[in-house]
């Protein structure tokens, strides 16, 4: 059973930085999919980026493109979200998650992946 444990979640205002970290308890597989999702009161969860351990290559929700950078240090078994610029809509739970495979990597859909982390708060007031 892999266990995905989140941090880095805090309170910032408006325009400030964070970097989440999510570290897994096992050797993350090449043919899998991580991915960051977050969840604001009384809404759905939503796929934040997503990234593939094969090649490195990275998916970002219309939302927060060009302002987060996800990233994967496969020796440490970590998967890093850098979130610039932040905005209080950025506000909620931040999720870390993999999948088995990487197929739908690239849709950002939380269905397909079968780990996930308790979770790291995200507070951006104004």
């Known amino acids: 059973e892999v266990q995905l444990v989140e941090s880095g979640g805090a309170s910032v205002q408006a325009g400030g930085s964070l970097r989440l970290s999510c570290v897994s308890s096992?050797?993350?597989?090449?043919?899998?999919?991580m991915g960051w999702f977050r969840q604001a009161p009384g809404k759905e969860r939503e796929g934040v980026a997503n990234?593939?351990?094969?090649?490195?290559?990275?998916y970002y929700s219309d939302a927060v493109k060009g302002r987060f950078t996800i990233s994967l240090d496969n020796a440490k078994n970590t998967l890093y979200l850098r979130m610039n610029s932040l905005d209080p809509e950025d506000t909620g739970m931040y999720y870390c998650?993999?999948?088995?495979?990487?197929?739908?990597?690239?849709?950002?859909?939380?269905?397909?992946?079968?780990?996930w982390g308790q979770g790291t708060q995200v507070n951006v007031s104004a």
């Open positions: 990234i593939l351990p094969r090649d490195g290559t990275a």
């Open positions: 096992a050797t993350i597989s090449y043919t899998s999919c």
């Open positions: 998650a993999q999948s088995y495979s990487g197929d739908y990597c690239y849709a950002l859909i939380a269905g397909e992946f079968v780990y």
